[in-house]
């Protein structure tokens, strides 16, 4: 099975003008094993530094501005809040820095602002509040619904939210909710995630991530594999559950948009397809990554050296071949290809059409000169596709 309907009317272009704004926020009830964002766990209540944090992004977003002027002149399309767990912030923290940025920029009228949370916050004065502050999306890491696999993953839940978290997210006064959930672990039951994807779908939730438990360097997780102290991803049904998700989403009424990324019609992460499509973003905050000037920076991974010094990130000028190949090709969706090669690339342009027409030839995806989208059977050779757009030939 090849084609996978997309749903969408139009293939995507490239957009120029436009900016988003992340903003990390790096504490979390307590630290998954297997997780490697910049976080922190510090137990049920607020963090210490809440209140001087939220300055401190001010202050670096001040000093951001000395450097690209041009912040100023671009539409804030989206504003996303990630972490870590942004949920562990108060309502008014959020409301008062989103006012800020209202004020500072161009923010437009119909701007996306999301904020990832983690169940045990939900509360319905909490979503109020988030409501309130503008927040009209939010995405929720649920990862799995049995007790067993979070503990394995050394995740913090709570009995009682996770049993009652379709009702929560149902009666959510945000209307646009998604959820991440993960699969393969080792000892998991697939019919497990299968049950944990209808429950949610039935819930006809407008965005689900579906991401397949991965050793990431650095992790507690990945050195416990190492030691041979616990086990490595079931990779098995990892294939598997990957090889039938597209078309399963597609008969439940969502539309497949990047690796994976689901959601229904016009309910993309339009800040997370920033990422995919080359567009910038300011990041502010300890750990976060921005992108601005053709030139990616990250932050200090440490909250303590980011309030002495918020403006210290360590900056890298990107290739934009490698960029565009990195980022764009993650997209089941269709393309309007030249109109990001002609945007992004001053060359390198014909080698990568000759690269594409290749791939047609081995009937990898859908190609008439103008629009570009990748065939499902691509998906397992993904990375080792991508590897052949960088290199040179
Ligand atoms: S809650 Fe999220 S950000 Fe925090 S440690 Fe777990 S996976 Fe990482």
């Known amino acids: 099975m090849n084609s996978i309907s997309t749903q969408v009317s139009r293939p995507?272009?490239?957009?120029?003008?436009?900016?988003?704004?992340?903003?990390?926020?790096p504490f979390c009830y307590q630290k998954c094993d297997y997780c490697d964002f910049y976080s922190e766990g510090i137990g049920p209540g607020k963090s210490d530094i809440e209140q001087e944090l939220f300055d401190t992004y001010k202050k670096e977003f001040f000093l951001r501005?000395?450097?690209?002027?041009?912040?100023?002149?671009?539409?804030?399309?989206?504003?996303?809040?990630?972490?870590?767990?942004?949920?562990?912030?108060?309502?008014?923290?959020?409301?008062?820095?989103?006012?800020?940025?209202?004020?500072?920029?161009?923010?437009?009228?119909?701007?996306?602002?999301?904020?990832?949370?983690?169940?045990?916050?939900?509360?319905?004065?909490?979503?109020?509040?988030?409501?309130?502050?503008?927040?009209?999306?939010?995405?929720?890491?649920?990862?799995?619904?049995?007790?067993?696999d979070l503990?394995?993953?050394?995740?913090?839940?709570?009995?009682?939210?996770?049993?009652?978290?379709?009702?929560?997210?149902?009666?959510?006064?945000?209307?646009?909710?998604?959820?991440?959930?993960?699969?393969?672990?080792?000892?998991?039951?697939?019919?497990?995630?299968?049950?944990?994807?209808?429950?949610?779908?039935?819930?006809q939730l407008k965005h689900i991530s579906l991401y397949s438990l991965t050793l990431e360097k650095g992790t507690a997780y990945s050195r416990n594999v190492k030691d041979k102290k616990t086990k490595a991803p079931n990779?098995?049904?990892?294939?598997?559950?990957?090889?039938?998700?597209?078309?399963?989403?597609?008969?439940?009424?969502?539309?497949?948009?990047?690796?994976?990324?689901?959601?229904?019609?016009?309910?993309?992460?339009?800040?997370n397809l920033k990422y995919w499509t080359y567009e910038p973003y300011l990041g502010l905050g300890p750990g976060a990554h921005g992108f601005l000037d053709n030139k990616r920076y990250g932050n200090p991974r440490n909250s303590s050296a980011y309030l002495k010094k918020p403006g210290a990130a360590v900056s890298e000028p990107v290739s934009p071949r490698e960029e565009i190949a990195l980022s764009l090709f993650r997209l089941f969706l269709p393309i309007s290809l030249p109109s990001y090669l002609d945007a992004f690339l001053q060359k390198d342009k014909e080698q990568i059409l000759k690269i594409i027409s290749r791939f047609k030839e081995r009937d990898l995806c859908e190609w008439d000169g103008n629009t570009f989208q990748w065939k499902q059977n691509a998906l397992f050779l993904l990375d080792d596709l991508i590897l052949e757009l960088v290199s040179e030939s």
């Not at 995507?12 to 926020?25: S, T």
């Not at 209307?175 to 949610?200: A, C, H, Q, T």
């Not at 090889?243 to 497949?256: T, V």
């Open 235 to 271: 990779e098995e049904m990892q294939r598997e559950i990957l090889e039938l998700l597209p078309r399963k989403m597609q008969d439940l009424g969502y539309i497949w948009y990047e690796v994976s990324n689901y959601c229904k019609e016009n309910e993309f992460s339009r800040h």
């Open 12 to 25: 995507l272009q490239a957009r120029k003008g436009y900016m988003g704004i992340y903003i990390h926020y």
């Open 151 to 203: 503990h394995f993953l050394g995740r913090h839940y709570e009995k009682d939210k996770y049993e009652k978290i379709g009702e929560i997210l149902s009666q959510s006064p945000i209307e646009r909710v998604g959820i991440d959930l993960m699969y393969g672990m080792p000892d998991s039951n697939e019919d497990d995630f299968w049950k944990d994807l209808e429950y949610f779908t039935n819930l």
């Open 65 to 148: 501005l000395e450097n690209s002027a041009d912040l100023r002149d671009r539409k804030i399309d989206t504003i996303f809040m990630g972490g870590g767990t942004p949920s562990k912030a108060s309502a008014e923290n959020w409301n008062n820095l989103l006012s800020f940025f209202k004020k500072e920029l161009n923010v437009t009228e119909d701007v996306e602002i999301s904020l990832e949370a983690n169940p045990e916050d939900l509360s319905s004065e909490f979503l109020i509040g988030l409501k309130q502050a503008g927040i009209n999306r939010l995405n929720v890491g649920v990862q799995t619904r049995n007790h067993k």
